[in-house]
């Protein structure tokens, strides 16, 4: 009986996860233009800092992909709490679970870099 209750919850949560994603779909998945900027100064300075002359509108569609699609099926990880050498692999792994382009990818990863060195300062 045990098993059987296992079984039916997986089985729950997986379609229940998968639903969210296939409602969510659009022309290129989740690749609305980021609405005005509107990051943390902290946010700013520190892209501007990893990555100079990146267009701040990728940082903010990093941050919108990674609260909704990332944080569609499961917790949110606080960016400091894994290193930088971790996320590549990471966001490898979970990227086509979200159903991520290459370039929502590495928007995320450019986001959750940044917004590590700003918590990081923070502590």
């Known amino acids: 009986m045990r098993i059987l209750t296992l079984f039916a919850c997986a089985l729950l949560i997986t379609v229940a996860c998968k ?3 296939k409602g969510t779909e659009t022309t290129v998945k989740n690749e609305t233009p980021a609405p ?4 943390s100064a902290e946010l700013s300075a520190a892209s501007d800092i990893r990555y100079p002359g ?5 940082i903010a569609a990093g941050e919108k992909l990674y609260n909704g699609e990332c944080g569609r099926c499961h917790r949110l990880f606080e960016p400091e709490f894994k290193s930088e050498q971790d996320w590549p692999a990471i ?5 086509p679970k979200a159903q ?15 917004a590590a060195d700003v918590n990081k300062k923070g502590k």
């Open 36 to 39: 005005a900027v509107t990051l």
């Open 91 to 95: 966001m490898d792994w979970m990227a």
């Open 54 to 58: 990146l267009p701040k509108e990728d």
């Open 19 to 21: 639903s969210k994603q």
């Open 100 to 114: 991520l382009s290459d370039a929502q990818k590495q928007k995320v990863l450019k986001y959750v870099l940044c």
